[in-house]
């Protein structure tokens, strides 16, 4: 399984939107995706309309005979999509985690239990807005970190204390993140913004994922409705951005070796390069039958 973990140590950069959309995109695309909210504030869970028990949510993934409860969101064709909200618990194994450090090993085994009992291919989780318990557990377990951006100056000031907390976990686990890429999001017209994106591109190259994600309320409203932009309006800019997003992603896990240790560079490059006319096909054709532009 692979598991991908969204995060940024700042708020309001679009993490919980990514991981919807992104969990959507792959899941509409034909892979089954299970998305986990690790965020106690559960906003996840709660822009696809989804509810979960106490006990039964994120938490049980940390216990050793939890049983997580995974839900599939109402809209008939997101079922490919499952996906375990966060629960109240959640809050407390955080206090937990940053207690006893060894307990946060225990996500990597339950999310290990999960896959095996439901088969999921590509695991997404979303995460607060802090390097605590719950995202460095998360960062542990992933194989690669997806990290949006909003263009703006103070979010690109706030990237690099983010990336260098990721590489120290990166570091300290043993094994490089395939992919690392960062995702710009909220871009618009405006000057500032695209230089921000230069800026951006100039100083982590690479890693930068080529088009980004337009700033749109169709996301507000998706959230209000529980209906993912993908769904929603299918063929608008911001649904495309993040289908061409999610397909590079699953390309970049696919293509990454299980030790990937020497390979991450060349690996990120040709995932941002090579892989934006295949996904763009899938995408004009994921995204022929219709919808609101
Ligand atoms: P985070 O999880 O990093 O705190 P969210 O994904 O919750 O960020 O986004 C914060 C707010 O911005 C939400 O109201 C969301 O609907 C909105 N939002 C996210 N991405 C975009 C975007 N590309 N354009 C406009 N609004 C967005
Ligand atoms: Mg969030």
Do not use: C
């Amino acid at each position: 399984m692979s598991v991908v973990a969204v995060f940024n140590r700042k708020g309001g950069v679009g993490k919980t939107t990514t991981a919807v959309s992104v969990a959507s995109a792959l899941a509409l695309a034909g892979q089954r995706t299970l998305l986990v909210d690790l965020d106690p504030q559960g906003s996840a869970g709660r822009s696809l309309a989804i509810d979960v028990e106490d006990g039964r949510g994120t938490s049980a993934l940390f216990a050793a005979k939890g049983k997580p409860a995974v839900t599939y969101p109402a809209h008939p064709a997101l079922f490919r999509l499952g996906v375990v909200a966060a629960d109240l618990a959640l809050a407390d194994v955080e206090a937990e985690l940053l207690a006893d450090g060894r307990r946060r090993a225990r996500l990597a085994t339950g999310l290990e239990r999960l896959r095996e009992r439901e088969h999921w291919g590509v695991t997404v989780i979303d995460l607060p807005p802090a390097l605590g318990g719950l995202s460095d557990a998360a960062l542990r377990a992933a194989e690669g970190v997806l990290v949006p951006v909003a263009a703006d100056f103070l979010a690109l000031d706030a990237l690099r204390s983010t990336l260098a907390a990721v590489r120290a976990v990166e570091k300290s686990r043993g094994g490089s993140y395939v992919p690392l890429a960062v995702l710009p999001t909220f871009v618009d017209r405006r000057r500032a913004t695209a230089d921000a994106v230069a800026l951006l591109q100039d100083q982590f190259g690479d890693l930068v994922l080529a088009r980004g994600i337009p700033r749109s309320a169709r996301f507000d409203a998706a959230a209000l409705s529980g209906v993912p932009v993908a769904l929603g309006a299918p063929r608008s800019a911001p649904a495309i951005a993040y289908a061409e997003a999610a397909t590079a992603l699953a390309a970049a896990l696919d293509r990454a070796p299980k030790k990937a240790k020497a390979t991450r560079r060349p690996a990120v490059k040709k995932f941002v390069r090579a892989d934006m006319r295949d996904s763009l096909r899938e995408i004009r054709l994921s995204t022929a039958e219709g919808g609101a532009s």
